[in-house]
């Protein structure tokens, strides 16, 4: 069965500072991976995806993956308040439609 | 254009009740995709819908049940609920079976309460 593992958190970090979210998965044909923002109460929304292995930035978040070592993590820079929030890892098998296998999810807390 | 519609927003039932939840995907896309989100917990996936065939089934008894219809959106059917089916169910939709580069859109979620 794939499993997909998130620190459950909650990961405090000051205002400006650097949250680093991390990510382990178990499949090894998984091939495409997404992180998600979660609100409390609302839907997941889709901030990131990544394919190849390496570093891919977008505004202030980086995704990096490692598919040697099954890793995927979020990097988020210059952290705000407004980041506060659940990032839901999630990990596709292009063999398997669209389905997404996700982690649990890692809650964050950018403290002012 | 308008995003992934579901509804109701909200719903509570009793135990052993059956329940329907509706999803409209975004205009030109063909395939849904249903998810149950438990509290605290990451969602995970029911069902996948593409063209009217169901393309993808998770690890869900088959108290529940899916369709889509010719104009795509879909419904999920769940039958003699369990208090254990309190969840936000999510629907998703995108334009073919696959994922595309960039991941799918989830619709505001139907939170289903069960008493």
């Known amino acids: 069965q794939k499993e997909v593992e998130q620190n459950s958190g909650p990961l405090s970090v000051p205002e400006g500072a650097i949250a680093s979210l991390n990510c382990t998965y178990s499949d090894r044909v998984s091939q495409s991976f997404f992180w998600y923002r979660q609100y409390s109460g609302k839907s997941p929304e889709l901030i990131m995806s990544?394919?190849?292995?390496g570093d891919k930035e977008d505004g202030r978040f980086t995704a990096q993956l490692n598919k040697a070592s099954q890793y995927v993590s979020l990097l988020i820079r210059d952290s705000q308040p407004s980041d506060s929030a659940t990032y839901l890892c999630?990990?596709?098998?292009?063999?398997?439609?669209?389905?997404?296998?996700f982690g649990g999810g890692t809650r964050l807390m950018v403290k002012p | 254009d308008a995003g992934v519609t579901q509804s109701p927003t909200h719903l509570i039932k009793t135990r052993g009740q059956q329940v329907t939840l509706r999803c409209s995907p975004i205009s030109g896309h063909k395939s849904v995709s249903w998810y149950q989100q438990v509290l605290g917990q990451g969602p995970q996936f029911i069902f996948q819908y593409y063209e009217k065939e169901e393309r993808g089934r998770g690890n869900f008894p088959d108290r529940f049940s899916a369709r889509q219809f010719p104009n795509y959106s879909s419904e999920l059917n769940v039958n003699a609920l369990l208090l254990g089916d309190s969840a936000l169910y999510l629907c998703?939709?995108?334009?073919?079976?696959?994922?595309?580069?960039?991941?799918?859109?989830f619709g505001s979620g139907t939170r289903l309460t069960v008493v």
């Open positions: 999630a990990v596709n098998d292009n063999n398997a439609g669209n389905m997404l296998t």
């Open positions: 998703a939709s995108s334009l073919w079976s696959g994922l595309s580069n960039y991941g799918y859109t």
């Open positions: 990544i394919y190849s292995n």
